[in-house]
């Protein structure tokens, strides 16, 4: 199996940026694998933020992040990471990693979907 670990939360103002890391060992993620973000806030379903296919390094990402946040591959650190810019009170949130190995990033924002998960860190944006 794949075991995930995200790291580069923190608390943060309005407007500023963030980069959160997700660590990948065991089980690399390689061929067909998807990996993704997610966010979930108390009393909320988990949110799909962000995805990319480890096949063919397509990006997706949820329409009230584009633009602002951009996932990629680190292909020598073994990490996939996301990019938070332009960042807003309503993106607070715990983010978690998440992967699946076989079926590409198709249907990617469900969270069933997704065989890996990291514990979470935890982004704070202020006002």
């Known amino acids: 199996q794949v075991h995930l670990m995200e790291s580069g939360g923190g608390s943060v103002q309005a407007g500023g940026s963030l980069r959160l890391s997700c660590a990948a060992s065991g089980a690399a993620p390689g061929g067909n694998d998807c990996m993704a973000w997610f966010r979930q806030v108390p009393g909320k379903s988990r949110e799909g933020v962000a995805a990319?296919?480890?096949?063919?390094?397509?990006?997706y990402y949820a329409d009230s992040v584009k633009g602002r946040f951009t996932v990629s591959r680190d292909n020598t650190n073994h990490t996939m990471d996301l990019q938070m810019d332009s960042l807003k009170p309503e993106d607070t949130a715990m983010y978690y990693c998440a992967a699946r190995r076989g079926v590409g990033c198709y249907s990617w924002t469900n969270p069933p979907t997704m065989s890996s998960w990291g514990q979470g860190t935890q982004v704070t944006v202020s006002p």
């Open positions: 990319i296919s480890i096949r063919s390094s397509t990006t």
